[in-house]
């Protein structure tokens, strides 16, 4: 049984900087894509990144240079690197898998399979 397990939110002042991370389980971890996505209260869920094995790594364009996507297959963890934050970085951020069949691991919702239950990320100005 696949599990994600998000760490790493909490409450933050703008201009400050966090650290996500996902704990995968249940999973052969070099053959998925990971991603990170994010949901605001009354938006829907958006991709901020993905990476494959190879760390070759696609991100939302609106988010390059603040956030960094990362991962480390020897710990089956994934990490999302959060600068200068803004209040509407708030939202709740989930890691997500799915199987890699080939491409890049672009961070589109519907192609993932599995997910985390989420972190709260709450930036206040």
């Known amino acids: 049984q696949v599990q994600l397990v998000e760490f790493g939110g909490g409450p933050v002042q703008a201009g400050g900087s966090l650290r996500l991370a996902c704990a995968a389980f249940?999973?052969?971890?070099?053959?998925?894509?990971m991603g990170w996505f994010r949901q605001a209260p009354g938006y829907g869920r958006e991709g901020i990144a993905g990476?494959?094995?190879?760390?070759?790594?696609k991100y939302l364009d609106r988010v390059k240079g603040r956030f960094t996507i990362s991962r480390d297959n020897a710990k089956n963890t994934l990490y999302l690197q959060i600068n200068s934050l803004k209040p509407e970085d708030t939202a709740m951020y989930y890691c997500?898998?799915?199987?890699?069949?080939?491409?890049?691991?672009?961070?589109?919702?519907?192609?993932?399979?599995?997910w985390g239950q989420g972190t709260q990320v709450t930036v206040s100005s």
């Open positions: 997500a898998a799915r199987s890699r069949v080939g491409g890049y691991c672009y961070p589109a919702v519907r192609e993932y399979d599995y």
């Open positions: 990476i494959d094995s190879d760390g070759e790594i």
């Open positions: 249940g999973l052969t971890y070099t053959k998925y894509c």
